[in-house]
Structures are given as structure tokens and as C-alpha cells.
């Protein structure tokens, strides 16, 4: 079993904003391979299936972001699952606009949902896409984050996601994480 983390905030007055990338990969994910959100488990909205003959479980922490952890952990106790069988998507303000970069550990570089993945998960050692949403030019963090994307700016972010989800495909169909590094990066 493969687990895919989206990291974002719940509640309507989040929906779309950059915070937000994660949870927009993964609901466009599940929306092309045909899986619904239907249970929420242990804080959190999941759906599986079967893709490629593996068996996939989306998560979306119901927690906010900067508890994403609290929600994971005890999803991989219960399926028996250990940091190399799960990917986590999020947003990633030092890099450009839709580009996407793909990592298999590494610090928390200021975001805070990585920071909680990584205190309750145990380790830095899991993969993760990073969908770059830019830094802000003249708003602050919080409201840029916040924000959603511009008219400009979608179109961009578009081409990242589905960039992102091109390598969540090609993790599932079991090509190594290093030659998707090397592809995506």
C-alpha cells in the first residue's frame, strides 16, 4: 500500500488558496483515477482504490496545516505503514511558480506542516513534492499563502499540479525515487 499526503486547510475560506496546493494535487489526483473522498479516519478525509495494481489511500489531515502530523501517524500505525511507503504533497514558496521538485528527506525548511509530519512521523526520510507557488513581492507570508492564486498566476499553478500528479503516477506504477528525481527535477 502506497499512501499520498495532501497537506492543506480545512474549510471553505481556504479552498484554493496556495496553503492549499496539496489538497488541490491530490483531490485532482483522485478526480483523473476515479476515487472519492468518502471517510474520515483518525482527523483526516481519505479515499482508495487500486491503480496499477496497487493499492493507493489519499489523505487530506483534517487538522490544520501546522498539525498534519497528528493525523498521518496514526493512519500509518493502522495500515502497518513506514516512511517509505508514503509521498506527501505541499506547497513550496522558495520555488518558482508551477515548478515542482521532488525530494526523499530533508529538514522542514520552514514550513510547518512538513514540521509536524516530521516530529510525529519520527523522521525526515519521506519523499515529498514540493509545487512552487513563489514567494510574495510586496504581502506578507501569512496573507500571500492565504491567498489564491491570480488570474495570471493559475494557469501556471496548473501546469505544476499536473506535473505532480504525472509523478505521483509514475511513484504507483513503481519506478524508483531516484529516477523521478532525475525526470521531474
Request: no cysteine; net charge positive.
Amino acid at each position: 500500500m502506497k499512501m499520498i499526503i495532501g497537506l492543506g486547510n480545512i474549510g471553505p475560506q481556504y479552498k484554493k488558496t496556495r496553503h492549499n496546493t496539496g489538497f488541490m494535487v491530490v483531490d485532482s489526483f483522485a478526480e483523473k483515477n476515479n476515487l472519492t473522498f468518502t471517510t474520515r479516519k483518525m482527523e483526516a478525509k481519505l479515499a482508495s482504490g487500486f491503480i496499477n495494481g496497487e493499492k493507493v489511500l489519499l489523505v487530506k489531515p483534517t487538522t490544520f496545516m501546522n498539525e498534519s502530523g497528528r493525523a498521518v501517524r496514526p493512519l500509518m500505525d493502522f495500515y502497518k505503514l513506514t516512511p517509505e511507503d508514503i509521498i506527501v504533497v505541499h506547497d513550496d514558496m522558495d520555488l518558482p511558480l508551477g515548478k515542482i521538485r521532488l525530494r526523499q528527506k530533508g529538514s522542514a525548511g520552514g514550513h510547518n506542516g512538513i514540521r509536524s509530519l516530521i516530529s510525529h512521523v519520527g523522521t525526515e526520510n519521506f519523499k515529498r513534492i514540493r509545487v512552487g507557488v513563489e514567494h510574495p513581492a510586496k504581502s506578507t507570508v501569512v496573507d500571500y499563502v492565504l491567498g489564491k492564486f491570480t488570474k495570471e498566476q493559475q494557469p501556471l499553478f496548473d501546469e505544476g499540479k499536473d506535473e505532480a500528479i504525472g509523478a505521483l503516477e509514475d511513484w504507483i506504477s513503481g519506478k524508483s525515487f531516484s529516477d523521478l528525481m532525475n525526470a521531474y527535477n
